[in-house]
Nanobody
Framework: VQLQACGGGVVQAGGSLRLSCVASGRTFSGYDMGWFRQAPGKEREFVARINWNGGTTYYADSVKGRFTISRDNAKKTVYLQMNSLTPEDTAIYYC???????????WGQGTLVTVSS
């Protein structure tokens, strides 16, 4: 499967962005999906995860209450709504398939989110 993340950009602190990730290729609806991010000079970290039917979601403590992950299986798309952004949210954001709780497959190019103070 190929995953194309988009929707990043430059936003002021306190602002919002909505990321999208469109899948092509194999079946999308049967798999959990996740968002991860990598800030400059830091390790890639987990942000959010959604199960195959959208009924269960998980979030990193750092984004809980501010970010919302969702999916539309008919469109083979997973979303990440990001509100109340802070400069600490600046990173490249990646979407990926999650199997047994672990990222699986290619990371792709990601989409850059820059939050200015």
């Amino acid at each position: 499967v190929q995953l194309q993340a988009c929707g990043g950009g430059v936003v002021q602190a306190g602002g919002s962005l909505r990321l999208s990730c469109v899948a092509s290729g194999r079946t999308f609806s049967g798999y959990d999906m996740g968002w991860f991010r990598q800030a400059p000079g830091k390790e890639r970290e987990f942000v959010a995860r959604i199960n195959w039917n959208g009924g269960t979601t998980y979030y990193a403590d750092s984004v809980k209450g501010r970010f919302t992950i969702s999916r539309d299986n008919a469109k083979k798309t997973v979303y990440l709504q990001m509100n109340s952004l802070t400069p600490e949210d600046t990173a490249i954001y990646y979407c990926i398939t999650v199997i047994n709780g672990n990222p699986f497959g290619s990371w792709g190019q990601g989409t850059l989110v820059t939050v200015s103070s």
